[in-house]
């Protein structure tokens, strides 16, 4: 389930050319990796700072983990409670 929703994430990123100026979040970057060397994209949301090429929906491939870790617990949180009673 885990590894389907990342995947499910990487298929919204895609370059991004807006340029968004944030100063709030923390920073995101995605490496690819390909025969012809490696490829760094940032997160869009400091695109104005020009260091590269930028990418949107980045932070969704950090957080889908995290989604399902959290609803693991929740399923085994009421498991719990349902043996409870």
Same mark, same amino acid.
């Given at each position: 389930m885990e590894l389907k929703s990342v995947f499910q994430a990487l298929d919204m990123v895609d370059l991004s050319s807006a340029p968004l100026c944030g100063a709030d979040k923390g920073t995101f970057a995605l490496t690819i990796t390909n025969p012809s060397g490696d490829h760094e994209y940032l997160d869009d949301f400091y695109g104005c700072e020009k260091k590269g090429a930028y990418m949107t929906n980045l932070d969704e491939v950090f957080q889908a983990p995290l989604r399902s870790y959290?609803?693991? %617990?929740?399923?085994?949180?009421?498991?719990?409670?349902? %043996?409870?009673?």
């Open positions: 959290r609803r693991f %617990q929740l399923f085994i949180a009421s498991s719990f409670a349902k %043996q409870a009673i």
